[in-house]
Structure formats: structure tokens, C-alpha cells
């Protein structure tokens, strides 16, 4: 049973099962590792949690890292291997793993080192010869072998912000840190079955991966967009206690995003207002310091975001020249790097019917082969970016938008008139 709130995403959930768990009758992985990369606040962790769940039933062991922030201390590494466990697994084999960790730390540092809580980097300078590569092959390595003599298939390692544990570690050369998760994959200890899910907010670091890995055979992107209409009604009702006749007209605004549609049912939709209008203060500063820097740039800047609020999203390549302005705007959470195909934010992502297969362009989210457009990160910046870049003749402008992105316009303005 669920122990967090988790609606729809039928699709999606699918999509990653079928990639991260085998067929009983293969005993070998691929090289291939998926990264899930999407906005804050899209639900990447929520479906990582759920893919947890589901991957439980299928007698593999799913280990959630969830690295909130980069650990520092041999106690922060412990906690978040002690917390990666599902809890339908047991205590037991809780405590096996997290004895596998702690003997390795023993086996380097003597008794009680644990209480003296060491830091990781003194830690690496003592074990495996500094690698902390090897520490992480070694704890999957002995996890993986211990579980397979439990009854399990095997092990899939999901690490959630990714980053953070890369940064943690001190671990300067990505490539070493993708050949390592490869290699155990294709070549799993013990007959044992090895996979990795990285998850990511941080689109710098999924174009590093991609960067940094020989081949593009190594790395797999799936993107997570906004949820279908279908699936955004439904978690509404589920979290909205009061009923609204502007049910429709609020999610024409908010979209498929559940964080925006969490925040409106928990206060109520004038949040969208307030949210609009801080997106709208930052875009008018940003502009302003460039305008006073370099008017050239500030011109290409303009032509680009006009874009983006006009169409709704610009291709990678129309964005040449104002790229740095651009992942500001990105690590803002006010732009993302995306994927057409599921983006959902210009119209709904399709609902996927009973005729249609994992394999088709519907639902909120799949493996897409990489990030191709540049959008805004849900539609509050959309109509953040609206505000701040149009034309005051509001009247001709609007003439010119495409339908969806015109009720998304009107939708707000008949919110926050009222």
C-alpha cells in the first residue's frame, strides 16, 4: 500500500518498469542508465517512491537514495543507505545492508569509528585507496550478493538528486562514476541483477552525463512533464476538499503541475496570483541589469523570451547567444530544458487510451532520447514570462496566440480580477 499521496501516472509508472526490471528469463542488464530529469515540483520523487513500491513485488530489492543535500560525514552516508530500505522488505534486511556499510567503514577505521562521526573526505583518504568509487562497487557488490542469497533477483539502486551524492563523494570524474554503474550492470556479481535509476532536477547535470559518457548508448533520458488533464482532475478532487465551480478554468491556469495544484488546494487559487507576479518582478530585474551590461545581448534576450511567451517553447538551437541568461533563468525553476513530446505545458499531454502502448506519445512522461526545447517550468511562469515581456497593446497581442496558450492567458486574468 502506498504510504504517500500518488495519482495517476499510469503511463509513466509503466514506462520505467518495464526498463528497470528484467524479464525473469534474463539474467543480464545493459549499460544503458536511465537519468529522470524534470522541473521542482513535477512529481520525480513521488514516482521514484512509487517505482519503489512496484519494483518490491517483482522480488528485486530497490534501494531509494534520497540525497536531500550532499553528505559530509560517515553518519549522514549510513543514514541515507539505513533510510533506502522499503519498509516491506523488513527490519532484517534492513539491518543486513546497513551492517555491509558499516563493516567496510570498520574493516578501514577500527571500532568505533562511527562514533566519531569522520568526515567523508578522511574517510576516502583511509578506504580503497581514496577511491570513493570503490567504496560505492563494494557496498553493491556485497548488497547485491547478500540479497540474491535472501531469495531476491537483485538489486536496483535508485538515487534521487544524484548530484548531490556525486558532490558528496568528491567524485571529480563522471565518467569513471558512469563506467562503474555500467560495468556492474553488465557484468552483476553472483548471477545477480544490477540497475541504476539517477534522478535530477539539475539539467546541467544531465547534459554532463551526456557530455561526459564515450557513447550515447550509456546514458537514457526520461523526461518527466506536466500530468494529463485526466490525471490532474484527479488529484485536485483528491486534495481540494472544497468544492469549485472554477474547477476548470484552475487547472486551465495551473496545468499538470501537482505542486502548483497542491499549493492552490492548500490556500486557495489566488496563490497563482502572488506566484505570477514574483516570476514577473525577477524576469523585469534580470532584464534590467543585462539592458545596463550589453544592450546587444539584451535585445537577443528579449527576442528569445518573447518568443518562448508567444509559442509557448524555442528549440535548442534558437538560443545560441543568450544560453547563460538562459540557465539562469533555468536554475530559477522559471525555464527548463524539456522534451516536446511531453512537455504538456503549451497544451495537455495526450491521455493514452487502451489501443495505444507504452511506446506511443502519451501520458506525462517517457524516454524521449534528450532534452530538445526550451519552455517555461510550469504555466505560472509561462504567464510570469507573459507579463513581463509582452507589448502593452495586450488586446493585439493575445490575437496572435495560439488558443491553448490564450485560455491559459485569460484563465489568470479571470482569477485574479476577481
Not at 507576479?277 to 524576469?283: G, M, R, S, Y
Amino acid at each position: 500500500m502506498c504510504s504517500f499521496l500518488f495519482v495517476g501516472r499510469h503511463a509513466e509508472l509503466t514506462r520505467l518498469l518495464n526498463e528497470l526490471v528484467p524479464i525473469e528469463e534474463i539474467a543480464y542488464g545493459t549499460r544503458s542508465i536511465p537519468v529522470m530529469v524534470g522541473p521542482s515540483g513535477i512529481g520525480k520523487t513521488s514516482l521514484a517512491r512509487k517505482l519503489q513500491e512496484e519494483i518490491v513485488r517483482r522480488k528485486i530489492v530497490p534501494l531509494y537514495l534520497g540525497v536531500i543535500k550532499p553528505p559530509s560525514t560517515s553518519k549522514d552516508l549510513i543514514d541515507i543507505f539505513q533510510k533506502s530500505v522499503p519498509n516491506t522488505l523488513g527490519r532484517a534486511l534492513r539491518e543486513l545492508i546497513v551492517s555491509i556499510i558499516k563493516g567496510i567503514f570498520d574493516k578501514a577505521l577500527g571500532p568505533n569509528w562511527d562514533k566519531r562521526a569522520p568526515l567523508l573526505s578522511t574517510i576516502f583518504r583511509k578506504v580503497s585507496s581514496s577511491d570513493p568509487l570503490d567504496f560505492i562497487s563494494d557496498v553493491i557488490i556485497n548488497i547485491a550478493s547478500n540479497v540474491k542469497e535472501k531469495g531476491y533477483r537483485g538489486v536496483i539502486l535508485i538515487i534521487d538528486e544524484a548530484q548531490n551524492l556525486i558532490k558528496g563523494l568528491n567524485i571529480d570524474n563522471l565518467w569513471s562514476f558512469i563506467k562503474l554503474l555500467a560495468e556492474l550492470q553488465e557484468n552483476p556479481p553472483e548471477d545477480s541483477y544490477v540497475q541504476t535509476l539517477l534522478v535530477t532536477s539539475d539539467y546541467m547535470f544531465q547534459q554532463k552525463m551526456l557530455q561526459n559518457a564515450p557513447s550515447l548508448d550509456y546514458i537514457d533520458t526520461f523526461y518527466l512533464g506536466e500530468m494529463t488533464r485526466r490525471d490532474a482532475s484527479a488529484l485536485y478532487n483528491k486534495l481540494c476538499l472544497r468544492a469549485s465551480k472554477s474547477q476548470d478554468t484552475i487547472l486551465d491556469v495551473v496545468g499538470g503541475h501537482p505542486e502548483l495544484i497542491r499549493e492552490i488546494c492548500r490556500r486557495t487559487s489566488r496563490y497563482i496570483c502572488r506566484n505570477v507576479k514574483k516570476i514577473e518582478q525577477f524576469i523585469l530585474v534580470e532584464l534590467e541589469e543585462i539592458k545596463e551590461k550589453d544592450k546587444k545581448l539584451y535585445e537577443k534576450t528579449i527576442s528569445v523570451l518573447e518568443a518562448i511567451a508567444r509559442k509557448g517553447y524555442v528549440g535548442i538551437s534558437e538560443i545560441v547567444g543568450v544560453k547563460n541568461v538562459i540557465d539562469s533563468l533555468v536554475e530559477k525553476n522559471i525555464l527548463q530544458y524539456a522534451c516536446r513530446e511531453y512537455v504538456g505545458i503549451i497544451k495537455w499531454n495526450k491521455e493514452c487510451t487502451s489501443n495505444e502502448t507504452i511506446y506511443d506519445a502519451c501520458g506525462g512522461g517517457g524516454f524521449c532520447g534528450g532534452l530538445d526545447i526550451v519552455a517555461p517550468s510550469n504555466r505560472a511562469a509561462l504567464i510570469g514570462l507573459y507579463e513581463a515581456i509582452v507589448p502593452e497593446n495586450r488586446k493585439k497581442y493575445l490575437s496572435i496566440l495560439n488558443n491553448e496558450l490564450k485560455s491559459i492567458v485569460l484563465g489568470y486574468t479571470s482569477i485574479c480580477q476577481q
